[in-house]
């Protein structure tokens, strides 16, 4: 079992940055693909980027492609979302999760959210 703790959210106006982290509990962290998700007040969740177990792999989605990068610290089971130029539009509760690899549809782990809201 693992269990997922989320922080580094706050309040940041638009063009800043803020880099979230992602806790891990559990020996199979450095073996899960991890994801970033993000849900908007009145919005459905939204895929922002995931790394495979080993880092050797990323993907972003399209509105954060060249802002943000995620990164992970097996050795000390941590995820990171460093986030740069953000906008008013990445206003959202921003979510860690984790599943078996990175073709594997569901995900079986996930944090309780960090809230980022950016400001015009």
């Known amino acids: 079992q693992v269990q997922l703790v989320e922080s580094g959210g706050g309040l940041v106006q638009a063009g800043g940055s803020l880099r979230l982290s992602c806790a891990a509990s559990?020996?199979?962290?450095?073996?899960?693909?991890m994801s970033w998700f993000r849900q908007a007040p009145g919005k459905d969740r939204e895929f922002v980027g995931s790394i495979s177990w080993n880092a050797q792999n990323t993907y972003y989605a399209n509105s954060v492609k060249g802002r943000f990068t995620i990164s992970r610290d097996n050795a000390h089971n941590t995820l990171y979302l460093q986030m740069k130029n953000l906008k008013p539009d990445d206003t959202a509760v921003y979510y860690c999760a984790g599943r078996g690899s990175d073709v594997t549809p569901k995900y079986s782990y996930w944090g309780q959210g960090t809230q980022v809201t950016v400001s015009s």
């Open positions: 559990g020996r199979t962290f450095s073996s899960l693909s």
